[in-house]
Protein backbone atom coordinates (compact mmCIF):
# COMPACT_ATOMS: atom_id res chain seq x y z
CA UNK A 1 0.00 0.00 0.00
CA UNK A 2 2.81 2.38 -1.02
CA UNK A 3 0.09 5.50 -1.77
CA UNK A 4 -1.32 4.91 1.74
CA UNK A 5 1.92 4.79 3.37
CA UNK A 6 3.22 8.26 1.33
CA UNK A 7 1.14 9.87 2.67
CA UNK A 8 2.04 9.28 6.40
CA UNK A 9 -1.66 7.08 6.62
CA UNK A 10 -2.45 4.11 8.59
CA UNK A 11 -5.55 1.47 8.06
CA UNK A 12 -7.15 -0.33 10.74
CA UNK A 13 -9.60 -2.63 10.16
CA UNK A 14 -12.58 -3.05 12.88
CA UNK A 15 -14.47 -6.61 13.13
CA UNK A 16 -17.25 -7.64 14.96
CA UNK A 17 -16.46 -11.21 15.00
CA UNK A 18 -14.78 -12.45 18.51
CA UNK A 19 -10.88 -12.52 18.80
CA UNK A 20 -10.70 -16.39 18.02
CA UNK A 21 -12.73 -15.87 14.88
CA UNK A 22 -10.75 -13.19 14.01
CA UNK A 23 -7.63 -15.01 14.57
CA UNK A 24 -8.49 -17.97 12.06
CA UNK A 25 -10.12 -15.70 9.28
CA UNK A 26 -7.23 -14.35 9.25
CA UNK A 27 -4.93 -17.67 9.66
CA UNK A 28 -6.12 -17.92 5.57
CA UNK A 29 -5.17 -14.24 4.28
CA UNK A 30 -2.63 -11.61 4.05
CA UNK A 31 -3.00 -9.27 6.18
CA UNK A 32 -1.71 -5.82 5.00
CA UNK A 33 -3.33 -4.24 8.01
CA UNK A 34 -3.39 -4.77 11.14
CA UNK A 35 -7.00 -5.61 12.59
CA UNK A 36 -8.82 -5.72 15.97
CA UNK A 37 -12.11 -7.30 17.04
CA UNK A 38 -15.28 -5.26 18.56
CA UNK A 39 -17.35 -8.12 19.41
CA UNK A 40 -19.68 -5.10 21.45
CA UNK A 41 -19.20 -3.15 18.52
CA UNK A 42 -18.78 -0.28 20.07
CA UNK A 43 -17.09 1.35 17.23
CA UNK A 44 -20.30 0.52 15.35
CA UNK A 45 -22.71 2.23 17.67
CA UNK A 46 -20.28 4.94 17.38
CA UNK A 47 -20.40 5.29 13.98
CA UNK A 48 -23.75 4.54 13.54
CA UNK A 49 -23.54 1.46 11.45
CA UNK A 50 -26.59 -0.30 11.04
CA UNK A 51 -27.88 -3.97 9.88
CA UNK A 52 -29.09 -5.18 6.79
CA UNK A 53 -31.99 -6.47 6.35
CA UNK A 54 -32.52 -9.46 4.09
CA UNK A 55 -33.94 -7.84 1.15
CA UNK A 56 -31.40 -5.84 1.16
CA UNK A 57 -29.46 -8.51 -0.47
CA UNK A 58 -32.29 -8.74 -3.31
CA UNK A 59 -31.16 -5.13 -4.63
CA UNK A 60 -29.80 -5.43 -8.15
CA UNK A 61 -26.33 -3.58 -6.94
CA UNK A 62 -25.91 -6.28 -4.53
CA UNK A 63 -27.13 -9.29 -6.83
CA UNK A 64 -24.24 -7.54 -9.41
CA UNK A 65 -21.47 -7.05 -6.71
CA UNK A 66 -21.53 -10.77 -5.45
CA UNK A 67 -22.18 -12.06 -9.40
CA UNK A 68 -18.94 -10.67 -9.84
CA UNK A 69 -17.07 -11.65 -7.23
CA UNK A 70 -18.34 -15.62 -8.27
CA UNK A 71 -16.58 -15.04 -11.36
CA UNK A 72 -13.63 -13.98 -10.38
CA UNK A 73 -13.64 -17.13 -8.54
CA UNK A 74 -14.69 -16.52 -5.02
CA UNK A 75 -17.27 -18.77 -3.84
CA UNK A 76 -19.36 -18.08 -0.80
CA UNK A 77 -19.35 -20.39 1.99
CA UNK A 78 -20.74 -21.49 5.64
CA UNK A 79 -20.29 -18.26 7.12
CA UNK A 80 -18.76 -18.73 10.57
CA UNK A 81 -19.99 -19.53 13.75
CA UNK A 82 -21.04 -16.06 15.31
CA UNK A 83 -20.87 -14.32 11.87
CA UNK A 84 -23.68 -12.07 11.28
CA UNK A 85 -24.38 -11.65 7.89
CA UNK A 86 -26.09 -8.89 8.33
CA UNK A 87 -23.98 -6.26 9.99
CA UNK A 88 -23.01 -3.39 7.56
CA UNK A 89 -19.64 -1.74 7.71
CA UNK A 90 -18.53 1.57 6.36
CA UNK A 91 -15.42 3.52 5.60
CA UNK A 92 -13.70 6.41 7.30
CA UNK A 93 -10.88 8.65 7.48
CA UNK A 94 -10.04 10.62 10.20
CA UNK A 95 -7.03 12.99 10.13
CA UNK A 96 -4.32 13.16 13.11
CA UNK A 97 -6.57 15.64 15.42
CA UNK A 98 -9.32 12.80 15.49
CA UNK A 99 -11.59 14.92 12.90
CA UNK A 100 -13.65 12.63 10.09
CA UNK A 101 -12.70 13.36 6.92
CA UNK A 102 -14.59 10.78 5.39
CA UNK A 103 -17.68 8.81 6.71
CA UNK A 104 -18.97 6.18 4.40
CA UNK A 105 -21.96 4.37 5.88
CA UNK A 106 -22.62 1.22 3.61
CA UNK A 107 -26.61 1.21 2.75
CA UNK A 108 -25.98 -2.85 1.46
CA UNK A 109 -23.33 -5.23 1.73
CA UNK A 110 -22.10 -3.88 -1.87
CA UNK A 111 -21.87 -0.48 -0.83
CA UNK A 112 -17.89 0.54 -0.62
CA UNK A 113 -16.57 3.71 -1.74
CA UNK A 114 -13.72 3.48 -4.46
CA UNK A 115 -9.81 3.24 -3.55
CA UNK A 116 -9.45 7.10 -5.15
CA UNK A 117 -12.41 8.04 -3.49
CA UNK A 118 -10.65 6.96 -0.01
CA UNK A 119 -7.55 8.20 -1.76
CA UNK A 120 -9.13 11.51 -2.02
CA UNK A 121 -9.17 11.42 1.23
CA UNK A 122 -6.25 10.39 2.77
CA UNK A 123 -4.52 13.85 1.03
CA UNK A 124 -7.64 15.72 2.49
CA UNK A 125 -6.45 14.41 5.84
CA UNK A 126 -2.62 14.98 5.06
CA UNK A 127 -2.84 18.30 4.10
CA UNK A 128 -1.80 17.39 0.48
Same mark, same amino acid.
Given at each position: ????????????? +? %??? !? *???V???????????? +? +??????????? $???? =?????? $??? *? %????????????????? =?????????????D?????????????? %? %?????? !?????????? =??????
Open positions: MPAIEQLGAAVLV +V %SFM !P *PALQAFLAELPQPFP +V +VSDPDRKAYQA $FALR =RAKWTD $FLR *P %SVIAHYVKLMFRGWLPG =RPAKGADLLQLGGFVLDREGNVILAHV %S %SDAADR !PTNEVLLEAL =RRAAGV
